[in-house]
T-cell receptor
Framework: GESVGLHLPTLSVQEGDNSIINCAYS??????FIWYKQESGKGPQFIID?????DKRQGQRVTVLLNKTVKHLSLQIAATQPGDSAVYFC???????????????FGRGTSLIVHP | DAGVTQSPTHLIKTRGQQVTLRCSPK?????VSWYQQALGQGPQFIFQ???????QRGNFPDRFSGHQFPNYSSELNVNALLLGDSALYLC??????????FGNGTRLTVT
């Protein structure tokens, strides 16, 4: 079946390094993708999104890359800080037959650990 | 401007009991979704409410039901609780296809 998954469950980096979190998706019909950050004891927080008609989008210290050919999504965090330590989820969104709003499907998540 | 608020934050129930979780959406949002997040997993979609009706539903049994009120707040009800229902229950709100805003969840433990 269709699924969203992550290549690495845990990523450890040093403070100041750049981090790259990867995500594979299998539904070629998905046309909207979102990255969420979930800190311990909190709900997921929106980081950045990208539509399938784009291959790159930049935010503050974050960049999302979309490669539709290999159905791969990545989140790059520049100059990683201890406050970036969290679980990161990618979510793919697809429309419904009823024309209702898109429902995100979440992968398992990657735990990012930033060492000072 | 308050974000999504959920109550209670923690709850302990016994197998077979019923539970009701509550959610107030972010101001200006009219669509509410509920997710179940097991430990170490991503959130799994339960259902979404808009205009007081269930619009989409995930792969959850009928024991899971919900309601949306005229002020857009929502409830999630789970009947005949099973041990496997222990999880973090997340409420999220949005306006149509805008990104979801999540609350901090209700941690449900079924013993």
């Amino acid at each position: 079946g269709e699924s969203v998954g992550l290549h690495l469950p845990t990523l450890s980096v040093q403070e100041g390094d750049n981090s790259i979190i990867n995500c594979a998706y299998s539904n070629s019909a998905s046309d909207y993708f979102i990255w969420y950050k979930q800190e311990s004891g909190k709900g997921p927080q929106f980081i950045i999104d990208i539509r399938s008609n784009m291959d790159k989008r930049q935010g503050q210290r974050v960049t999302v890359l979309l490669n539709k050919t290999v159905k791969h999504l990545s989140l790059q965090i520049a100059a990683t800080q201890p406050g970036d330590s969290a679980v990161y989820f990618c979510a793919e969104l697809k429309g419904t037959q009823s024309g209702g709003s898109y429902i995100p499907t979440f992968g398992r998540g990657t735990s990012l650990i930033v060492h000072p | 401007d308050a974000g999504v608020t959920q109550s209670p934050t923690h709850l302990i129930k016994t197998r077979g009991q019923q539970v009701t979780l509550r959610c107030s959406p972010k101001s200006g949002h009219d669509t509410v979704s509920w997710y179940q997040q097991a430990l170490g997993q991503g959130p799994q979609f339960i259902f979404q409410y808009y205009e007081e009706e269930e619009r989409q539903r995930g792969n959850f049994p009928d024991r899971f039901s919900g309601h949306q009120f005229p002020n857009y707040s929502s409830e999630l009800n789970v009947n005949a609780l099973l041990l496997g229902d222990s999880a973090l229950y997340l409420c999220a709100s949005r306006v149509f296809n805008s990104p979801l805003h999540f609350g901090n969840g209700t941690r449900l433990t079924v013993t």
